[in-house]
């Protein structure tokens, strides 16, 4: 019988953390402890954190959530099948369905109904998936940036595992995905500037602003990076989650331009300015990289900050209207071209009280050449 400490243990995927603990001290990002980022975290105090602690968990303003159902758009395998290459397909937060090469391959799988390690405690989703993680597709492969809760679901990995080729992580949370069953002939691990060519495209870990751990006693025992994905003449960027640092402006400089940026947008807050960003942040990292198009990320399905809900929605569009950045927004499970984004609608006000619902067929549009904007 598994002991009550080894369950946990197997569970959090604490002691594959630790046996990689001599590997990881070869690492420019391990101090030989822990890894850690490029600018020192700022010394917040256990009485900061707490009180941070505090107001997440027991004092929450109102609009956090959403008033009204969200407008999903349903998919199916036979809709995936059948749409081209350079799909792209928001599934929720920071999970993205991308089919390259007739391929598809999943980003940050998240599939539970609560970003937590507990059945019926932690943040819930507003939406269901739009599409059930057992009418997926085959996986050519699972990219994930690191190992928090709302990146990376165990339940989620361990039903993918036997219809995925390759999982690609940082360092450390592949041995985590070993200790939870999965065969370690599938799992990749890379540090910043690190990766592999599979099926003629190229997969880079690239350097990120952020932490790890998944109980206590782990933090930081785990890289966290974002990642870039070359398909010949396609260049996307996934952020994974990042506060806003120089390290955009030099993976703008060595790896792109890029076609499209997916960069977090949401879960900010002006207590933790160095682990998220603000919208401001966003458009600029966006800017930095130097991307074409901007599908602002990791918003819109649980509820994780004190902001309102759609304030990341809201903000990001006004501000990239102002500097001229072309900005998509589908909705959950609407399709993209990766090679010619559309613009989106303001779907989430649809699920919004205190605003003024758009026209019918009212798009946003913006143009990142010549810095105007208009609506069609």
């Given at each position: ?368 050449d010549a810095g105007d904007a208009k609506s069609s």
């Amino acid at each position: 019988m598994t002991s009550i400490p080894a369950l946990v243990s197997r569970v959090l995927g604490v002691t594959a953390a630790r046996r990689g603990r001599a590997l990881f001290r070869l690492s420019p990002q391990h101090d030989g402890e822990r890894f850690r980022n490029v600018t020192p975290r700022p010394a917040e105090g256990l009485r900061k954190t707490l009180g941070i602690a505090w107001n997440v968990l027991f004092n929450k303003p109102p609009g956090t959530a959403p008033a009204r159902t969200l407008p999903v758009d349903a998919l199916t395998r036979a809709q995936l099948d059948a749409a081209p290459d350079r799909s792209l397909y928001r599934l929720g937060h920071s999970t993205m369905l991308l089919k390259l090469r007739g391929q598809y391959w999943l980003t940050d799988p998240v599939f539970a109904e609560r970003a937590s390690p507990f059945r019926h405690l932690g943040p819930r989703r507003f939406h269901a998936p739009p599409i059930a993680l057992a009418d997926l597709p085959p996986l050519r492969g699972v990219i994930l940036s690191h190992d928090h809760y709302d990146h990376l679901d165990r339940e989620t990995v361990l039903a993918l595992a036997r219809s995925t080729g390759v999982f690609l992580t940082p360092l450390g949370v592949g041995d985590r995905l070993i200790e939870w069953g999965i065969d370690a002939s599938k799992v990749r691990q890379f540090d910043w500037w690190q990766g592999t060519e599979l099926d003629g495209m190229q997969f880079t870990a690239t350097p990120a602003q952020h932490f790890s751990g998944r109980s206590l006693c782990d933090g930081n025992s785990t890289l966290w990076v974002s990642w870039v994905i070359v398909d010949d003449d396609l260049r996307v960027f996934f952020s994974g989650d990042t506060g806003y640092f120089d390290g955009f402006r030099t993976i703008g400089e060595r790896l792109g331009p890029f076609d499209v940026t997916l960069v977090e947008t949401g879960a900010y807050d002006a207590q933790w300015p160095y682990v998220h960003m603000q919208p401001e942040e966003t458009v600029q990292a966006h800017i930095d990289l130097r991307g074409r198009w901007l599908v602002p990320v990791h918003n819109g399905t649980f509820d994780l900050a004190m902001h309102r809900w759609h304030e990341p929605f809201e903000r990001v569009t006004g501000l990239a209207l102002a500097r001229g950045v072309a900005l998509s927004t589908p909705r959950i499970g609407e399709r993209l071209d990766l090679g010619a984004p559309h613009r989106g609608e303001l779907w989430w006000r649809r699920a919004v009280e205190t605003l003024a619902a758009p026209k019918t067929g009212r798009r946003w549009c913006a143009s990142r050449d010549a810095g105007d904007a208009k609506s069609s």
